[in-house]
């Protein structure tokens, strides 16, 4: 092998690790995590809403009772990673843009901390989770509403 071809290959060795080396991103985890959960995640899905049980019980309730007007809007999947127990699940239960997180894998995995939404753009990459957290249930809320609307337009 001459030193060119060495180079090269010493070049394109380096290269390859580089590439496998970077941690993946947050929108790949999210897709893994759907592929191993056997969900599927629809090409025009928008948003992405999780409800759960983790955190403030007040603020996952409000943010149920809010998440049901969305339930049937296209755009909008949900992934249930909640149990009737706190919750009332039973308007979701029907839904076919529904999915369940029964062992909250989502969590585990790291992908969100507690209820909350992710905001796909049109690559299907996130680009914005909102953490649904007591200080800033409103602001959050509010912002959601807006985002959540504007998929209807």
């Known amino acids: 092998m001459n030193l060119l071809n060495k180079y090269h290959f010493s070049m394109g060795l380096i290269l390859l690790c580089l590439i496998s080396c970077q941690p ?3 929108s790949e985890q999210l897709f893994e995590y759907a592929k ?4 599927e995640i629809h090409p025009t899905t928008r948003a992405i809403v999780v409800l759960s049980n983790k955190g403030c019980v007040s603020c996952n309730k409000a943010f149920l009772d809010f998440s049901k007007d969305f339930l049937n809007q296209a755009g909008v999947q949900y992934i249930l990673a909640a ?7 039973r ?8 999915s369940f997180d029964k062992k909250h894998i989502i969590h585990k995995k790291g992908l969100i901390e ?7 753009n049109e690559e299907q990459h996130i680009d914005t989770l ?3 957290e007591a ?10 509403k807006q985002r959540l609307d504007a998929l209807s337009e």
């Open 135 to 144: 200080k800033s249930i409103h602001q959050a809320a509010e912002y959601i």
């Open 114 to 120: 507690k209820s909350g939404v992710f905001f796909l």
């Open 36 to 39: 191993e959960q056997g969900i």
């Open 24 to 26: 993946k991103s947050s």
């Open 130 to 132: 909102v953490n649904i």
């Open 91 to 98: 308007p979701f239960l029907s839904s076919k843009s529904v």
């Open 83 to 89: 149990n009737g127990g706190l919750l009332d699940i």
